[in-house]
């Protein structure tokens, strides 16, 4: 075995997959617990789906839980959804409590069962054809943080997810060349408020183009809820079952 071989198997390895993914069904931008949740729904059902991560891991703001504290906090009536995505937890009152760690290592090897995760990849623009969102631009997170100027690459999909949370990445690359102002900018805190709002608008923003987890309430203007997640959880699975009905999977 030579240093060269063990080069020459991880560009192979790595080609050959980036290859099959150029052209999908789902294209979820953001690897927090609602796009982890979504790209898990859809590639269980079947759909060609890729999840692209600016970062190097994905989970978002799960790691962090509230202040650090590595505590996922959850509602009662998530248990059993917990339980299908292998998240163990304890009851605490009026609450269902998780280890962030455990449950972020839980999420992404659910994701990974039947979609694909891409790490390191920063998303710089939308595919728009008569206006509707049918793919993603990207460039690679490190050449952006060095500032380097280097051309990015293009991915299609039938839909793209803004899974990007609080900055709503996408929902703002669609305003500037839709030339519509979609985005809001989100309430302030209001957990009971932020966790039933994200739930109940997660869905299509234009032809082509969903949004789940907190790009939701940035965009609609819903309250944030800190660190309570079954929002995000729920957001994520309504977003796929959502993409499902419309591609008729």
């Known amino acids: 075995m030579t240093d060269a071989a063990i080069t020459e198997a991880i560009v192979k390895e790595f ?10 069904d789902v294209a979820i931008v953001g690897g927090g617990p609602s796009g982890l949740v979504c790209a898990h729904y859809l590639g269980r059902r079947g759909l060609k789906t890729a999840l692209f991560e600016k970062k190097l891991s994905p989970g978002g703001g799960l790691w962090g839980g509230g202040f650090g504290f590595p505590v996922m906090v959850l509602p009662q009536d998530i248990g059993d ?3 299908e995505l292998g998240i163990a937890y304890k009851r605490d009152g009026d609450f269902l409590l998780a280890d962030t760690v455990a449950a972020g290592g839980a999420l992404i090897q659910k994701a990974t069962q039947h979609a694909r995760i891409f790490n390191g990849f920063c998303c710089e623009d939308l595919i728009i054809r008569n206006g509707v969102v049918c793919g993603v631009v990207f460039c690679a ?7 380097l100027h280097i051309d990015p690459i293009s991915f299609e999909a039938k839909i793209v997810v803004d899974a990007t949370g609080h900055d709503a990445v996408l929902a703002h690359l669609a305003s500037k060349h839709l030339k519509k102002d979609f985005v809001c900018g989100q309430g302030p805190m209001n957990a009971t408020e932020g966790e039933d709002f994200v739930v109940e608008r997660t869905g299509r923003l234009v032809e082509g183009l969903y949004l789940c987890g907190m790009s939701v309430n940035a965009v609609y203007g819903g309250a944030r809820m800190g660190p309570i997640f079954g929002g995000m959880l729920k957001s994520g699975r309504k977003c796929a079952e959502l993409i499902l009905e419309e591609l008729k999977k």
């Open 81 to 83: 959804m917990l339980g």
């Open 15 to 24: 080609m050959s997959v980036l290859s099959e993914h150029i052209r999908l």
């Open 141 to 147: 997170s490190s050449s952006v943080a060095a500032g």
